[in-house]
């Protein structure tokens, strides 16, 4: 089976943000959010639902948010979409990625993406505030999508984005609010 990568660099950190601090650095070491009394068990997906930066105590300590009133470490969207288009065009994916990353206020570190052959496309935008990756099946007109953010980037803004860029006839949202026992 033939294979072909196209592997995508986009720009640095930009020295704000990410010091390498994780739960352990909020306090929350061993513990879930839930345990804390910050958050609540599960989270029911709203239309258009917040997510704000959570107020740090430092600037190492942005990278959690709020969601429906809810800590979190960050907003995990998992995305299908049915009956959809231009599945097996590469370079229509980077775009839309590309597009998805400036739409939700993330900083894109890395993008990879692979063309299978005959088709299908699996590839992932690699972000500071976590990925958006994508998997096609464009003989059954599907894609699996998912976009993990934390901070204050935006998740739910890529949703117009594949709705435009995909045209599909159908669309089935999951959000997850990781780093929070249920």
């Known amino acids: 089976m033939q294979q072909n990568a196209l592997l995508r660099s986009g720009k ?3 020295g704000k943000g990410l010091s390498g601090k994780g ?7 061993g513990k879930g959010l839930s345990e804390k009394g910050l958050g609540t068990s599960g989270a029911a997906r709203k ?23 809810v800590l979190c470490a960050g907003v995990h969207l998992l995305i299908d979409l049915y009956g959809a288009q231009r599945l097996n065009d590469i370079e229509h994916i980077e775009e839309t990625l590309r597009k998805c990353v400036a739409a939700a206020k993330a900083t894109l570190l890395h993008m990879h993406l692979h063309h299978f052959q005959p088709n299908g496309v ?5 972000l500071a505030e976590s990925h958006i990756s994508i998997h096609t099946w464009p003989e059954i007109d599907f894609a699996a999508l998912d976009v993990f953010m934390c901070g204050r980037a935006d998740p739910d803004a890529c949703l117009p984005v594949f709705r435009e860029a995909f045209k599909p006839k159908s669309v089935v949202v999951r959000d997850l ?6």
Not at 49 to 65: L, V
Not at 177 to 182: A, F, K, T, V
């Open 47 to 69: 239309n258009n639902p917040a997510i704000e930066a959570s107020a740090p105590s430092d600037e190492s300590a942005d990278h959690f948010c709020v969601r429906n009133g």
């Open 122 to 126: 699996s590839g992932v935008a690699v």
């Open 23 to 29: 739960l352990s650095g909020k306090g929350l070491s």
């Open 12 to 14: 640095g950190l930009s």
């Open 177 to 182: 609010l990781r780093g929070q026992e249920s």
